[in-house]
């Protein structure tokens, strides 16, 4: 007789989602929700993601591999392509594809096209619409919304209304997309969640207080680049340099007497502290690179260069 073991190694399910959609739909956010960290940083701007995170969640009978991507826009410079680049080739290699809308709002012409170019077919693996933010949509446009989404997309699997924010209906999408991932072992150890290293998520977690706090083109037009990182066991020693793309910025990012870098910096420390699960010692500077973004040079530099 198999033991509960062997049973379950041969009923487990593991494989990758990829988490699809135009900027701002809730992609980084769900995929917090479901991992319990945030591993992905958010912000009410569009664009706020600029690479592929792995979200790994792990439970006793299956892996779920999330690949949050950038939102999927048209955009003029090098690093939105890039950004738009990373997004499809993660749809290409991904096992089954999440495509998220926000259900709030009326559907726009981003989003149909969007789902219209996933259900002509060219990728093939199953597809499941997510109706995101529920919890501040019309419930009367809801069922309306969803008989929709079955007109664009006639061969998807699934239309579920969610919530990333509060996790409702989150248990249901977890099912749904478990269902069409291989039967195999886990592929990564249950105690990793993500394939950023804290390095990466010193950046990130630095360009998230920049995104939140400037308004405008700057946070577009900026990133972070660590120049120091050492850990000495009970306290990490980060040097991080915030790139603006013009010298205009720099003034207006830093602010008056030095106090919006200071802002900046003690919400990240903060933020980076409960993550790494130790004190953090963060010190900051701003240097203007023109035109960084426009640059596929730098953007490898930074990370940016949509490889991966
Ligand atoms: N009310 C509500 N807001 C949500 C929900 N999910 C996400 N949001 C908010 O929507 C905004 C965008 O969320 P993100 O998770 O950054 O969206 P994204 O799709 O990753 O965006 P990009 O990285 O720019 O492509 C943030 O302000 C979130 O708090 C939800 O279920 N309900
Ligand atoms: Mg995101």
Redesign the pocket.
Known sequence: MATTEELNETSFRCGTVALL?V????????MNYVIGAKV?I????????RHRILGIYTADDRQIIFV?T??IHKGGQQLNRNMVRVAYAAAEEAVVLAI?QDA?KPLDQPTRMLIERFADGRLNQPRIHVL?????ADKARLLPRLQQMQQLDPGAKAYIP?????GTQLDSLLNELTKYLPLQPAIHDPDWFTDQSQRQLAAEYVREQVFLSMHQEIPFQTAVDIERFEDHGDMIEIEAVILVGSERHKPMLIGKGGGGMKAVGTKARMGLQEILGCRVNLNIWVKVDEDWFDHQGKLIDLGLGAEH
């Open positions: 959609g900027p701002n739909v809730g992609k980084s956010t769900l992905a958010v912000t009410p701007k569009p664009q706020t993601t949050d950038p939102g998220m709030s995101n933010k529920v919890d501040r969610v919530s990333a924010r509060k």
